[in-house]
């Protein structure tokens, strides 16, 4: 969440604004929008740098004027017929090669994670012209740094049947847990309910409202197995994310290590 870099913009050149959306909250949603672009490419950004580099800065520019559609019905009120342009969206944002990045990532493809992000309404005769910076960063500095919706951990659920449950008891134990934990199986003739699935509980406890059933079910977590859950925006994927952060966690134990080795042992 914090340490994993992304590219993010950080500044906005406004030469013409005139929506409704006042220029710093129109800054702030271009600063929100996720970017897709390999930070692994790019070098930060030195403090002070009033000029970015191709090495170190991605310029995106949004200019688009809303009009009236000459074609619309005019009795329609709908303002998809009555206009063009009148919803900007992430999709409008173009990028504007710095020095030789042309030449520097010919393959790239730098543009905004989805296309469809609302970021302004207009009317005819408003207008939105923007220069933008995307520079790398941290989540630690920025949230809009961060590469990750949602980041969690839990133990793996543990649920053991202390013996058998059969007939209308496995199905009323198959509707306490969530969908794929309890299976049941038909063993002469009999409906039987076993363990399908545990990594499916999100430990509901309903089995406990049961008075036939809560002597008859364990629940437990298994202490040295944990379930990480990773959800990017979309800037890198999730696995790359977790590698990255590992390289971060690496780097911060060697160096916790060399400092220890650099402290003289009386």
Partial sequence: LPEVPTMAVEKVFVYNNTSIVQDEILAHRLGLIPIRADPRLF????????????????????????????????????PNELYFNHKVYSKHMTWVPLGNQTDLFPDADFRPVHDDILIALLRPGQEIDVLMHCVKGIGKDHAKFSPVATASYRL????????PIEDEAAEVLQKCFSPGVIEIQN???????????????????????HEGLKNLVRLARVRNHYIFSVESTGILPPDVL?????????????????????????
């Fill in 187 to 209: 063993i002469k003739g009999k409906k039987v309910a076993r363990v399908a699935n545990a990594r499916l509980d999100t430990f509901s406890r309903e089995v406990f409202r």
């Fill in 156 to 163: 793996l659920p543990d649920i053991t049947l202390l013996q």
């Fill in 43 to 78: 070098e930060y950004r030195n403090q002070g740098d009033e000029e970015g580099t191709e090495i170190d800065t991605l310029q995106f520019q949004l200019k688009i004027k809303c009009s009236r559609n000459p074609q619309a019905a005019k009795e329609s009120s709908d």
């Fill in 242 to 266: 977790v590698s990255e952060a590992i390289k971060i966690l690496m780097g911060k134990c060697q160096r916790f290590l060399n400092e220890l080795d650099s402290v003289p042992m009386e």
